[in-house]
């Protein structure tokens, strides 16, 4: 173990839950998520990356080179991320009935009264002076 992954966990401890995103996949983590804050509809939310199509073609034009050195410090540091998510995840719980998360209870959260949401809608706020780029980005590029 090094000092960063003690760091972590300790910051990672400080919160009093952590969502794990590829978990959204499995309906009882949902359901128990759900359950827990009192706001349904968790798992419909379908995000992707704003910049994936981007990426892509960046990484094919202009190929990433790293040293062997610099390869080694992060697979080694890869491994200990990866060692640490395995200790948060594998705390959980998954009985018989899901996954034991606490059921919502406003008494344990400062709320406020006035404020009311409509949590059958969800829409996303456009980014300002932004499109997503659709697959037609790329044809500017083909020629170049």
Known sequence: ???????????LQRYNFIVITEMLRDPAYVDAV??????PGVGERVVSPWCEVESHYA???VPLVIQNETLT???HLNKIDIGLYHEMKD??????GGYDFPAWDPNRFETNETI???YTTFARRPTRGYKKPQREWLKKFRNT
């Open 34 to 39: 759900e359950r827990l804050f009192g706001v």
């Open 116 to 118: 009311r949401v409509n």
């Open 1 to 11: 173990m090094t000092h960063q992954y003690e760091v972590a966990k300790t910051k």
């Open 73 to 75: 410090n992060l697979t």
């Open 91 to 96: 705390c959980l719980d998954k009985g018989e």
């Open 59 to 61: 990484n094919e034009r």
